[in-house]
């Protein structure tokens, strides 16, 4: 009984896993866990609606030729998230092939892929990619239902602030407190009589608790990274200079203003590192106040050859939840470093204020002359 219990609780927890990732790869915009792919250029590696084992590229370590990336394009298919192999290497950047198609994403009009571009690497035991079918089809469903949703919810409350990806961990918020309360009142508005003292049945309110805490720890990482991420300058290194960034003279520096934005209400603290030579950032860390701007200054030193060349500088943004200092020490050991902390303070603090308000226990059917739940939670409060 124990070990069947135990396996339904395995597979529970890694249905569970499934479900978050995919909801957190649609709020971030890039694979968590699994990715996916849409057509049939990496065939017979991967079927179109394969899924696969998807390693964020700052854990990857250093791609290889024969790794199969998920990357930024800028051409294929209108730009977006692509997953082609890794075929050869240049002096700009990583050259890309799906497995079915004859020639290079570099032969066409995508320019070389390069680490700024690379958000995972498909995960190869043994050498191979380990295809899961069918995720494609159900991150597409899921997809469709959670835009749908927004859309419709947007246009009833006469806000587009529930669109996008924001929205989505707004709503996902939403929906954990509605369901918290719903759980609530249902479950203390019951008078059925006791019939079974020796056994805990019902909702686990830790469960319900902690599926909220997750909620808000996923609105918060999306807070982090979404405005984060690469930013990319194209330049023309020509032999006269011309007025703005995009064109300067062979062997010049050129600067312009960088401007950093804070569209919410807790403070920011945002580091910019270069992810291509030439390129330079001042102030390299800055911490943006709620509702406001910081300017910054980039500054570009064009090659010595005329020709069109990509600079990218990678920005990491972090709630200020704790001390600058704290997370300074945090993000020199790795940029994900931070979000883990931060993440593991929200979540936490949630779960633990939530179970200390609410119960300890599970929602079990009372005695008619028992308190009720809400009842139980008023006195608390009070």
Same mark, same amino acid.
């Given at each position: 009984?124990?070990?069947?219990?135990?396996?339904?609780?395995?597979?529970?927890?890694?249905?569970?896993?499934?479900?978050?990732?995919?909801?957190?790869?649609?709020?971030?915009?890039? =694979?968590?866990?699994?990715?996916?792919?849409?057509?049939?250029?990496?065939?017979?590696?991967?079927?179109?609606?394969?899924?696969?084992?998807?390693? =964020?590229?700052?854990?990857?370590?250093?791609?290889?030729?024969?790794?199969?990336?998920?990357?930024?394009?800028?051409?294929?298919?209108?730009?977006?998230?692509?997953?082609?192999?890794?075929?050869?290497?240049?002096?700009? $950047?990583?050259?890309?092939?799906?497995?079915?198609?004859?020639?290079?994403?570099?032969?066409?009009?995508?320019? =070389?892929?390069?680490?700024?571009?690379?958000?995972?690497?498909?995960?190869? &035991?043994?050498? /191979?990619?380990?295809?899961?079918?069918?995720?494609?089809?159900?991150?597409?469903?899921?997809?469709?239902?959670?835009?749908?949703?927004?859309?419709?919810?947007?246009?009833?409350?006469?806000?587009?602030?529930?669109?996008?990806?924001?929205?989505?961990?707004?709503?996902?918020?939403?929906?954990?407190?509605?369901?918290?309360?719903?759980?609530?009142?249902? $479950?203390?508005?019951?008078?059925?009589? /006791?019939?079974?003292?020796?056994?805990?049945?019902?909702?686990?309110?830790?469960?319900?608790?902690?599926?909220?805490?997750?909620?808000?720890?996923?609105?918060?990482?999306?807070?982090?990274?979404?405005?984060?991420?690469?930013?990319?300058?194209?330049?023309?290194?020509?032999?006269?200079? #011309?007025?703005?960034?995009?064109?300067?003279?062979?062997?010049?520096?050129? #600067?312009?203003?960088?401007?950093?934005?804070?569209?919410?209400?807790?403070?920011?603290?945002?580091?910019?590192? &270069?992810?291509?030579?030439?390129?330079?950032?001042?102030?390299?860390?800055?911490?943006?106040?709620?509702? #406001?701007?910081?300017?910054?200054?980039?500054?570009?030193?064009?090659?010595?050859?005329?020709?069109?060349?990509?600079?990218?500088?990678?920005?990491?943004?972090?709630?200020?939840?704790?001390?600058?200092?704290?997370?300074?020490?945090?993000?020199?050991?790795?940029?994900?470093?931070?979000?883990?902390?931060?993440?593991?303070?929200?979540?936490?603090?949630?779960?633990?204020?939530?179970?200390?308000?609410?119960?300890?226990?599970?929602?079990?059917?009372?005695?008619?002359?028992?308190?009720?739940?809400?009842?139980?939670?008023?006195?608390?409060?009070?």
């Amino acid at each position: 009984m124990a070990l069947r219990r135990g396996v339904a609780v395995a597979v529970e927890g890694a249905v569970a896993l499934f479900l978050v990732a995919m909801v957190a790869g649609q709020v971030l915009g890039q =694979p968590v866990l699994l990715g996916y792919v849409t057509t049939g250029s990496m065939q017979p590696t991967l079927e179109p609606g394969d899924g696969f084992v998807a390693v =964020p590229a700052e854990v990857a370590g250093p791609v290889e030729e024969g790794d199969v990336v998920t990357f930024r394009a800028e051409e294929i298919q209108g730009g977006g998230l692509t997953t082609h192999r890794v075929v050869g290497e240049t002096e700009r $950047g990583y050259v890309t092939r799906g497995d079915n198609n004859p020639f290079t994403d570099q032969d066409g009009d995508e320019p =070389p892929v390069t680490e700024a571009q690379i958000v995972a690497v498909a995960w190869r &035991p043994g050498g /191979e990619v380990l295809a899961v079918p069918g995720v494609g089809a159900f991150v597409t469903l899921t997809q469709g239902v959670l835009t749908e949703g927004q859309r419709r919810l947007a246009a009833a409350l006469g806000t587009r602030s529930l669109l996008g990806t924001q929205g989505l961990a707004y709503l996902l918020v939403g929906l954990s407190v509605a369901a918290y309360v719903a759980d609530l009142l249902v $479950g203390g508005g019951r008078r059925r009589p /006791e019939r079974d003292t020796g056994r805990e049945t019902g909702t686990s309110v830790r469960l319900v608790v902690a599926v909220f805490a997750a909620a808000v720890v996923l609105s918060a990482t999306a807070t982090m990274v979404v405005p984060a991420g690469p930013q990319e300058f194209g330049v023309v290194s020509a032999e006269s200079d #011309s007025p703005g960034i995009r064109i300067v003279e062979q062997g010049t520096t050129e #600067s312009t203003r960088y401007v950093l934005g804070n569209g919410g209400f807790v403070p920011m603290v945002t580091y910019v590192d &270069p992810a291509s030579d030439g390129v330079a950032f001042e102030p390299s860390a800055a911490v943006i106040p709620p509702q #406001s701007t910081v300017n910054a200054t980039l500054t570009l030193t064009a090659p010595p050859d005329t020709g069109y060349y990509r600079y990218f500088v990678v920005e990491h943004r972090y709630l200020l939840l704790l001390p600058q200092s704290t997370i300074r020490a945090l993000y020199g050991v790795h940029p994900w470093a931070p979000i883990v902390a931060i993440d593991g303070l929200l979540g936490g603090s949630f779960y633990l204020l939530g179970v200390a308000l609410v119960d300890t226990g599970r929602v079990r059917s009372r005695s008619r002359d028992g308190p009720s739940r809400l009842d139980r939670l008023r006195s608390r409060l009070t």
